[in-house]
């Protein structure tokens, strides 16, 4: 059995990480399972949501709520050990 692991990459990270409604948004999503920290000079930041139809619905909304135009998604298959 494998678990689709769903990430996005957010380009110009460092100009919304002073953005306090962004970092809110993105921390308080129930779709979002982690996010990196962003660190100063940071060109990325990495969002790890739900599933694909979570990242895609949250992308679509981060778009827009916050004009960002470049977002990279990355789907990683990971095995699932232990599950009958």
């Known amino acids: ?4 692991e769903s990430f996005m990459s957010i ?3 460092c100009a919304l990480a002073s ?5 809110s948004f993105i921390e308080e ?4 399972i ?4 962003i660190e100063e000079g940071d060109c990325f930041i ?3 949501c739900n599933n694909v139809a979570a990242l895609e619905d949250f992308t679509n ?3 827009q709520k916050y004009n960002i135009l470049t977002v990279g998604h990355n789907i990683m298959l990971k095995p699932v ?3 009958a």
């Open 1 to 4: 059995m494998t678990m689709v």
């Open 11 to 13: 380009a110009g990270a």
């Open 19 to 23: 953005d306090e409604s962004f970092m």
């Open 29 to 32: 999503d129930d779709r979002v």
């Open 34 to 37: 982690s996010c990196s920290d």
């Open 46 to 48: 990495t969002v790890e």
């Open 61 to 63: 909304e981060l778009k």
């Open 81 to 83: 050990t232990g599950v």
